[in-house]
């Protein structure tokens, strides 16, 4: 048990690394200087003197030696073009980031969890089929698209929410409901087939022929069963969110990291970059890793093979 | 049909099944007659087997008992009175107050009838949550004795474990156990060994027969192994296709059979091939296609007695004497088993 | 007898896991009666197809240069809307329609560009991973598959863009680099399941190469299962490029892309909302094609392995 969490949280550790060098070593190969893009005056002489004080004079692999051990030590480095540590810049930026991710996860997988039940219980009805139209409508819907057309409708016509920008949590709203989607149909459509399954299994079988209630039987046997899976797919859609994340921020203008992370991919700003992605795939690491290790209390089968903790 | 096999004496009977069709519909109109007008009776205290290959009905005509035959499948009719009373006629709630409590329902594969979340002990209490309210300790006392009518001694550590823990015959007997903690009227038992290695499956039957010994319940075993009914049945049903084809007390089904499909299933008993796959493999050709089912009898294809006849007309099922019954248009007067088949069962 | 039964029982059951059944007019019609959502689906794609594959016949008007005297035109259900120009026109006069015949043809080759690679990355990486499952090689694949799903894909896809040119060929394949990881879990995961199967096993107790199982096998085993994937990948992957086109990452003029088209109406979107809400109507009826087929193949999929 301690073995697998210990692994686990190893293997998260090296993909990190991965990550830290893949994204050192691609930005670096992109053509295009940010000494010359930051130098005022663009003379050589300035553009060179701003190289050697960046480091990038020196080689790649010399680089990547002195940035890690910087980088084990919680230094993230300067952000040239905020003028700011890149800490600090995440630290301004992500609050943004995660209330949208959160608030999007949390109102589709609620969404997702009921209308996923209810098609399941009606399984073949016409209930179930208008909620698989939807859920397959929704989910052919481009996310930057919708967000655009609402904020046209919405905003712009209704006026009822403001479109760009953040003054308030009303600001999260549309950005959250947009983001939700791909989140809300997954669930839909995992959860119903779940669930399905679950009815159909010999336990459920079991139990009903044991007089135990339908709504018993829904929740404690079919759902019960269906967590894991459940689960595991909320972990892939963390991944797929955060994608969405960064990019609903920049057509809703929200100050997050997904904002900053564009902008500085298209300025070179290096360490900006590096320190955003690897905090952006710290948090899918990190919410994979605890969900993988969440199955072993989830399921006893799994505690029973591992000797229980 | 006009002739059902009625009982003698009506007190003594505690199921009595008439008519009883279920019918499944299936995609492009088509309609499975699972069961298709199939009567019996079940005496108090009596063991009753059904037999009959993989499809003909069995465990369908279990589940219309309870009435829990699942979508697309519906009863299409019949009568199913229990203790004089009309399942079909009760409301649903009414009939769920027999589930579990005087009907109960043992199912093939103990490996996948668990909820695998939830601790054996939570599975034995959780029937009282439905049935009847009583305090922890009856209920835990309770639990303790229904595992020891199953010869599990140690219910103290079964309890707070999981399905995951036991072995299938070991989950098997808890499951029994379960069953029985209501001491139900009726317990059905739908092909309870059929999953299991040859010596667990006497241990099912051993605890069927304790079970059976200490309460005095009513059985049904559903099986397509002779050995299994042969064992502690009274009377024997043998089904093909939806259809009940000869019913009979066990001794003179065993020594006489009349119907030529029964004597199909007798004469591969012993057969060691049959033994080994639990499958009854020596009948030539396979059991029809439900979903279009011949007119005439439905063995006719596999039976080396048909004629003409067979192919054209349904046989009923008649009233032969002595309290055995058979469909079919040639019933086997003088057939007799060797008495070592038998013995050897 | 019996015997002779058993042994005819498991001769068959051992050939039917890669044999497909006879397909006759009567039984494909049959499945499209029986799926009306994967026939739908299958409309719309074919109609989005034929209009993208033969644009060059079909577009009425020259969708690269536009008359400026005719310019910001309403789609036809509107008042001032110009017969000659079914959908409108643009900025610059330029045919909408014209415009989204040859976006879809963009979208088909990219969309199913992008997916042939993803799938041939995938399938080298499953199965090889697969085949050497407890492994060193397959643990760094199978790292290298989370380093995938770890990157955020438009971050990815713009580092990536921003060091090659962005034509339909490096789309192309910044799209398949970008989502391969997925498949090839699944890839790995089936390999690993068969290989414990019994024809394997007794490919390999016959002798036959690793490679030579993979090949024969495995791959024909995964083939369909792979073809019900391809919509929905394919859907995916359309999307994904329209949505470089449309930030401004992706395709640029004179390519013409359906995300491209949605952005040029960005600015206009107060006064003329339909010329971003047209062709985004056009990617979501393509990729919902795509995906009613797509699930269909896929719930086949899943019924054909649990019943075998
Ligand atoms: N859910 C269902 N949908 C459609 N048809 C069904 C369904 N369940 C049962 N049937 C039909 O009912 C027939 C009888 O099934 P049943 O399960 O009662 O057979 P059985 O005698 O119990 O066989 P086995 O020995 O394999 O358990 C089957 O041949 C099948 O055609
Ligand atoms: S009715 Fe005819 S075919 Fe049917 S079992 Fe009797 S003899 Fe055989
Ligand atoms: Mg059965």
Redesign the pocket.
Known sequence: MFGTIVKRILQGILVLVLVVIITFVVLRLIPGDPARQMASDGSAQAVEEIRAEMGLDKPIYVQLFEYIPKLLTGQLGWSYFQKAPVFDVIVNTAPFTYALLFSAMILGVIMGLIFGIIAAVKAHTWVDRTLSAIAVVFQSMPTYWVATMLILIVSVQWGLLPAVGYKSPKYLILPAFVVSIPIFTAVLRNVRQNVMDGLSQEFSRAARARGISHITILFKYAFRNSLIPFITQIGGQVGVSLGTCVLIESVFSLPGMGMQILNAVLRRDYNLVQGLILILAATFVLINAIIDISYSYLDPRIRKAQGGL | MNTTITATQNDDVLLEVKNLRTYFKLPRNKLVKAVDDISFTLHKGKVLGIIGESGSGKSVTSRSILRIVEEPGYIAGGEILFKGVDCLKLSEKAMNALRGKEISLIFQDPTTSFNPYMTMGQHLEEAYRVHKAASKDTIRKRSLDVLKMVGINDGENVLPKYPCEFSAGFRQRIFIAMAMIFNPDLLIADEPTTSLGITIQAEIIEALNDVKRASGTSIIIITHDFGVVSQFSDDIFVMYAGHC?EFSPKRDLLLSPM???TVGLIRSVPLLEARKTRRLKSIPGFPPDMTALPD?????ER?????D???KER?ELLDVGNGRFC?????LKQYRTSDETVLEV | MESKETNTKTLESTNSVARPKKVTFRSIGRFLWENKSFTIGLLIVLFMLSLGIFADYIVPHDAYNGNPREKLLSPFWMKDSNPKYVLGTDYIGRDTFSRICYGLQVSIIIGFGSVAVSLTIALVIGIISGLSHPSLLDSILMRLTDVQMAFPFIVLAIIILSVVEPTIGSVILVLGLCSWAVRSRVIRSSVMIQKESDYVAAGIALGASKFRIAWKYILRNLLPSLVAAIPLDVANAIVLESLLSYMQIGLKPPIISLGSIMGDGRNYMASHWWMTAIPGFVILFFVLGLNLMGDTLQKKMTDVSVKG
């Open positions: 084809v119907h030529p499909y005439g009898c439905p063995f006719a039976c080396e007695y048909a004629k006849v067979c192919f046989p469909a079919c248009h040639y019933p």
